[in-house]
């Protein structure tokens, strides 16, 4: 077979000659070798080949991961330089055909074919060479990630550095946030006193003020009682005399620990551990409630990761059916949690009977609870913690490689085709961007609905803070240098490991509360420490210079559309309401918020790129075509699943309503949207935490993960669902 040359419009250069094939042969060999070493997991010895990479695969297009001669996978590997592994194996791979005999080898990389999905109806050479070309721009949204290599001399000392100074600086970062909020509690606790002094009830305010005090008399009660029994009998063993709740007298007072069992058994549930590895090799955690009374767990082999491949099979029957007395009943449907930014999804278990896990559990659901990539306990198959590699990864290849990885094994555990996802504030962004048409659109067709609470779609106004904006000021290399190429402010997990629960959950609100600005006032203070037990996890720096950095979210304060696109799609809509100029202000006070940022930054030349972008919005109005439906600049194809959202009415941290107006002035044509909310008073974490979540969100998002089933019949109804009526698609 004749090989091209990268110049397709040639074509008197297709047919070459068997001697310049050759002649040509051993520089492609020595390329390749170069390239393979370059990607390689470290760098081969004389005569060793394992960790040399080999191939590169696209689970998703512009997300590559590198295959090594050991069959590892290692991710963070440029689009770029994938392609070029790809086109220099096709190459010599073609040279050695050559070589042998006349017999053409016609299929393509399965990378090539994943990465685009051109048909070709010309030589098979030049389709090999067309699908190996890459996108000529990169997404605004999601810029290239750095490339690190295999260790060397070189790499170690960069890592060094970079530790150390992330180190100092982080660490005074954080010591800055922490005594602002110290210093900003102070008014408020001097408040309380005074209040107290003056014997005024300072909680008296608090919506949820009686339930409050009812539910702490009650485990105050419950512990005194225990306490009793215990000293006088000596016995640990529950007692039914005084009619007290078994589940507490076998555990006691809460204890504030950082385990999702334990607060499971605290109701009469309990929690297995999973192993899931994803496409890149990944090794994230899947917590499966379940029902001791109903379900035997699985033995830990049968927990452990099953290999990188996904959807690729599923049992004929469940593996995680019931096996005690209720073997007879037909199975739950199962449904998948996904948790927030520097959360776990241990958030969704911290109120009792009141979480959102445990609810849906004693509901009638199958619940698993998805945890993303490093997390606690950071693993991957073949990088170690000192590895930048590890950490370098943002919030598309959460979306792309976490989410489908746990949705696979949910289904394969289940025996389902399909489930119903639940996902709060960042859960949420990364099902919209792994659901997006650029991404995994695939992945839509296993899920019966997606479920967003607090959806993380556009910036609220809190990103206009001024730490907020100090992180949106400085470069990539100061990102980089302030908060390092790893973890991000590792010294945040440290805390958690040494610190009391009480005083690290007391601290934690304080942190949290004085960075996103949201308050305790709908949520039973009294199980306030337990809450920020499951905060933070391990992160990436990356990943958080993707959200607060200058140039992905926090620049254009959306996901999946740059700042001059959804200003205009707004400005389209103003003006379809109505004729007058209406709001011109919002926009200028943005870009007021702009100039001063580049005021502050020394960069006179980007005063003249706002100018530029603002009038750009303005132009890409004012070319408006008429032919064109609101729809043609959709995120989602018919591939998406429908979409129930319940949204914060005082939520500063996001703006839902956003994303409600664009779904409402048919924007998506392709989503259906089964449900939305628009909780008036609630904040941020209210939609979880809240007292009053389970009226208002917790038995609504029931009843939509059973109208959207698509295997009623094969289900056990859930308790509360018996009048819920079928959801049909509609028509398009």
Not at 306 to 311: C, Q
Not at 338 to 359: P, R, T, W
């Amino acid at each position: 077979m004749s090989r091209t040359k990268p110049d397709l419009g040639n074509q008197a250069q297709v047919n070459t000659s068997t001697t310049e094939t050759d002649t040509t042969l051993p520089e492609v060999a020595v390329e390749f070798a170069r390239q393979a070493e370059k990607l390689s997991h470290h760098i081969p010895e004389d005569g060793q080949t394992d960790g040399l990479a080999v191939e590169a695969l696209f689970p998703a297009p512009y997300d590559p991961v590198v295959v090594t001669s050991d069959g590892a996978r290692l991710p963070a590997v440029p689009l770029d330089e994938a392609h070029k592994l790809n086109i220099l194996r096709e190459q010599l791979a073609d040279g050695d055909e050559n070589n042998i005999g006349p017999e053409a080898n016609n299929s393509q990389s399965s990378s090539a074919e994943q990465n685009d999905g051109a048909e070709s109806s010309s030589s098979s050479s030049r389709g090999n060479l067309r699908t190996s070309v890459p996108p000529t721009h990169t997404n605004p949204l999601f810029p290239p990630l750095p490339l690190y290599g295999p260790p060397s001399l070189l790499r170690h000392i960069q890592c060094l550095t970079f530790r150390v100074s992330s180190f100092f600086l982080s660490l005074a970062f954080l010591g800055v946030i922490v005594l602002g909020s110290l210093f900003t509690s102070i008014p408020p606790f001097l408040q309380r006193i005074w209040r107290k002094l003056t014997f005024q009830d300072p909680d008296a305010h608090r919506p949820f003020y009686e339930e409050e005090r009812r539910r702490e008399q009650l485990r105050r009660g419950q512990a005194q009682r225990l306490r009793r029994r215990r000293s006088s009998s000596g016995s640990r063993s529950p007692s039914d005399d005084d009619g007290e709740n078994d589940d507490f007298a076998r555990y006691g007072p809460d204890q504030i620990v950082c385990d999702v069992g334990y607060y499971a058994r605290r109701v009469g549930l309990d929690v297995e551990e999973f192993e899931v590895e994803t496409e890149d090799g990944f090794v994230i955690d899947l917590w499966h409630v379940y029902d001791p009374k109903e379900y035997s767990p699985l033995p830990a082999k049968e927990r452990a990761a099953r290999g990188p491949e996904i959807f690729m099979s599923t049992p004929t029957t469940p593996t995680t059916k019931p096996q005690t007395q209720a073997a007879e009943k037909k199975p739950k449907f199962p449904v998948l949690l996904i948790h927030g930014l520097l959360q776990s999804s241990g958030a969704y278990c911290v109120n009792d009977d009141d979480s959102l896990a445990f609810y849906l559990c004693k509901s009638g659901y199958d619940v698993w609870l998805g945890n993303n990539r490093c997390g606690f306990h950071p693993k991957h198959t073949s990088l170690s913690y000192a590895d930048p590699r590890m950490w370098c990864w943002n919030i598309r290849q959460m979306g792309v490689f976490d989410l489908p990885a746990l949705t696979s094994r949910v289904l394969y555990q289940t025996g389902f085709d399909k489930l119903g996802l639940i996902c709060h504030s960042q859960g949420t962004t990364q099902a919209l961007v792994a659901l997006a048409k650029e991404q995994r659109p695939e992945l839509g067709e296993k899920l019966t609905v997606f479920c967003a609470l607090a959806p993380a779609a556009y910036a609220g106004p809190l990103i206009g803070k001024m730490y907020f904006k100090f992180m949106r000021v400085i470069t990539p290399a100061m990102f980089r240098l302030l908060f390092g190429i790893h973890a991000f402010i590792p010294f945040m997990m440290t805390c958690h490991r040494i610190l009391p629960g009480k005083i690290y959950g007391w601290l934690g609100y304080k942190v949290f509360s004085f960075l996103f600005n949201w308050t305790d006032l709908r949520w039973d203070r009294g199980l306030r420490d337990r809450m920020f037990q499951f905060a933070p996890v391990y992160v990436s720096s990356e990943s958080m210079r993707w959200w607060l950095g200058r140039e992905c979210f926090a620049r254009h304060k959306c996901i999946l559309a740059t700042k001059e696109e959804w200003r205009a799609e707004e400005m389209e809509d103003r003006e379809g309401e109505s004729s007058s100029s209406c709001s011109d202000g919002e926009e200028s006070d943005e870009e007021d918020e702009d100039e001063k940022m580049v005021e502050k930054a020394g960069k006179k030349d980007e005063e003249d790129e706002i100018e530029k972008e603002k009038q750009e919005v303005k132009s890409t109005v004012g070319r408006r075509d008429s032919r064109k439906p609101k729809g043609s600049r959709a995120w989602y194809n018919d591939q998406a699943p429908p979409f129930a959202l319940w949204v914060c009415g005082n939520d500063r941290l996001v703006d839902g309503e956003k994303l409600l107006r664009r779904f409402e002035k048919g924007r998506e044509p392709n989503v259906d949207v089964v449900h939305s909310t628009v909780l008036e008073g609630y904040e941020h974490l209210d939609v979880i935490w809240a007292m009053d979540a389970v009226d208002r969100v917790f038995k609504d998002v029931r009843d939509v993960l059973w109208k959207t089933c698509h295997a009623r019949e094969e289900c056990r109804i859930p308790f509360g669902c018996e009048y819920v009526e079928e959801w049909k698609r509609p028509a398009r």
